[in-house]
């Protein structure tokens, strides 16, 4: 008795090919719908499946394999004598190998105009069966989901006649985490269709992008995946023009670069270093916001990652080419400009489509045996209720400087303190173990600068010594969340230096 083969899949790449070599081998090939077409139109003989079964597809082709005489071949352990009987007696052949992917589910909810109706329509239900079947009994049945495995199980079926245990166990090993994504993607897209916010179980897949030599040191294994169906607007799905591949650090600086640029309507730079900004400068064109970021920090941008919300062009590609950098992000870059920049072997070039910002993407963070879930945040200085508890209200340009210092400070390691102008930072603190110890790293990085400047704390003064700190080195306006027990100290120290303090009710934790 021949052996037999089941094929059904809705990627076709190379199962004409695949089955044929099957076909040659001696193997009968069983299958339905698509696939059977393909395979018939191409001179492979090739049987149905509703011939197999006796009973024919039926519900629109909901059901078809859903049946004892395919999942009997699929189940049995042939080297059992009484499964052996058990199949004889019934007439149920054996099948030995298995080739099936699954209905486009992922490619079907990516479509901006997918009803409910035609999501639920692609969610496979014979085709994760059949795999997850043959995967099970994998000592027996070699299942492929992945058509770049093709080569291998024909090859081995030549050289040996049978494809190797090992094989079969890492195929069978493919097919769980394939039917796992699968229904990962799909448990996702039904539990935001129900609108559960807080599931009893969260699952989550994510797809291999790039093996990384090292993680954050040298002697740490590190592997970088990409979420199906995630943000464009993402440094996981960035196209990179030019350098050598991203390290596990380039990618959490790039992440934290790209997340401060997106604050900013009018053209923006930001340089990053060790997942803080070091200098984030506004402007009228990409040449004067870089101008003004480079300014800010001289020293801690050599480097650094650099992120620009607007096309780089000669000029700044010019001013860019003058500082060693690891990356440089932006929209686009001009030919002037990328032929600048490529001289520089190494340079990383990427680009996002900064007009496809999505909605932020939940926050996971993992710690020893779990998982933290929470929004991003995209609280903005719009968002927050102002009020001005001081005596003296800040003058236009404070309110300007403000809202810098509010949009930068969120991105800083708390304990944060940021000290601006309307146009860039002067000095940044970042992750102290207490907030006038940031305000002080801040204070004396903006040096002389910080006379007429503003001050932006990421959460609110458990004492008046911060405010204190900032009137002497000459800061004129703050800007904090508020809601200490203490906070009149605070704005009595205000009033005292003739400060304009205002209030947003919000804090900018970032651990």
């Given at each position: 008795m021949k052996k037999r083969?089941?094929?059904?899949?809705?990627?076709?790449?190379?199962?004409?090919?695949?089955?044929?070599?099957?076909?040659?081998?001696?193997?009968?090939?069983?299958s339905t719908g698509g696939t059977k077409k393909a395979l018939h139109d191409n001179g492979i003989p090739v049987i149905s499946v509703s011939d197999v079964t006796g009973?024919?597809?039926?519900?629109?082709?909901?059901?078809?394999?859903?049946?004892?005489?395919?999942?009997?071949?699929?189940?049995?352990?042939?080297?059992?004598?009484?499964?052996?009987?058990q199949l004889a007696e019934h007439k149920i052949q054996p099948i030995h190998v298995v080739c099936v992917n699954l209905y486009p589910f992922q490619q079907t909810i990516a479509k901006p105009d997918v009803t409910v109706e035609d999501a639920i329509e692609n969610i496979d239900i014979g085709g994760p069966t059949m795999l997850r079947a043959s995967a099970k009994n994998h000592e027996y049945v070699t299942v492929v989901v992945d058509p770049s495995d093709y080569e291998v199980v024909i090859e081995e079926l030549k050289n040996a006649g049978e494809v190797q245990k090992e094989t079969r166990r890492k195929l069978a090993a493919k097919v769980f985490r394939h039917t796992a994504a699968y229904d990962a993607m799909i448990a996702e897209y039904m539990t935001d269709l129900a609108q559960e916010e807080t599931p009893e179980k969260l699952t989550v897949t994510y797809e291999l992008k790039q093996s990384l030599r090292y993680g954050e040191n040298p002697h740490q294994k590190a592997s970088f995946y990409r979420k199906p169906l995630g943000s464009v607007f993402?440094?996981?799905?960035?196209?990179?023009?030019?350098?050598?591949?991203?390290?596990y650090n380039n990618i959490n600086d790039a992440d934290a670069a790209l997340q401060i640029v997106k604050e900013f309507d009018q053209p923006a730079a930001v340089a990053v270093k060790h997942m803080n900004p070091c200098g984030v400068g506004t402007g009228e064109n990409t040449f004067d916001a870089f101008t003004k970021a480079f300014a800010a920090d001289p020293v801690s941008i050599f480097g650094g990652i650099?992120?620009?919300?607007?096309?780089?062009d000669k000029q700044t590609a010019e001013k860019l080419h003058e500082i060693f950098l690891e990356i440089i992000?932006?929209?686009?870059?001009?030919?002037?400009?990328?032929?600048?920049l490529?001289?520089?072997?190494?340079?990383?070039?990427?680009?996002?489509?900064?007009?496809?910002?999505?909605?932020a993407e939940v926050k996971l963070t993992s710690i020893e045996g779990g998982l933290l879930v929470q929004e991003q945040d995209s609280f903005s200085y719009e968002d927050?209720?102002?009020?001005?508890?001081?005596?003296?209200?800040?003058?236009?340009?404070?309110?300007?400087?403000?809202?810098?210092?509010?949009?930068?400070?969120k991105h800083v390691k708390s304990n944060a303190i940021v000290v601006n102008d309307k146009d860039m930072t002067l000095g940044i603190g970042a992750g102290q173990m207490n907030r006038v110890g940031a305000a002080k790293i801040a204070l004396e990085q903006a040096g002389e600068k910080a006379t007429g400047a503003v001050l932006a704390s990421d959460a609110f003064f458990p004492m008046d010594d911060t405010v204190e700190a900032a009137?002497?080195?000459?800061?004129?306006?703050?800007i904090q969340p508020g809601g200490s027990i203490r906070d009149e100290d605070s704005i009595k120290k205000a009033d005292e230096y003739g400060i304009a303090m205002v209030f947003t009710g919000v804090r900018h934790f970032k651990h």
């Open positions: 083969a089941l094929i059904s899949v809705s990627d076709k790449t190379g199962v004409t090919e695949f089955a044929k070599q099957l076909s040659d081998l001696g193997y009968e090939i069983i009973f024919p597809e039926i519900l629109e082709g909901r059901v078809k394999t859903l049946n004892p005489y395919i999942h009997g071949g699929l189940l049995a352990k042939f080297s059992e004598e009484s499964h052996v009987e993402s440094i996981a799905n960035a196209t990179q023009l030019h350098g050598k591949e991203l390290s650099i992120a620009l919300n607007r096309e780089v992000i932006a929209p686009s870059f001009s030919e002037e400009a990328l032929e600048i490529t001289s520089k072997k190494n340079l990383r070039l990427l680009t996002i489509p900064f007009d496809q910002a999505q909605k927050a209720t102002i009020t001005v508890p001081t005596k003296r209200e800040p003058t236009e340009e404070e309110w300007q400087a403000m809202k810098l210092g509010w949009k930068v400070v009137a002497k080195a000459g800061i004129t306006a703050i």
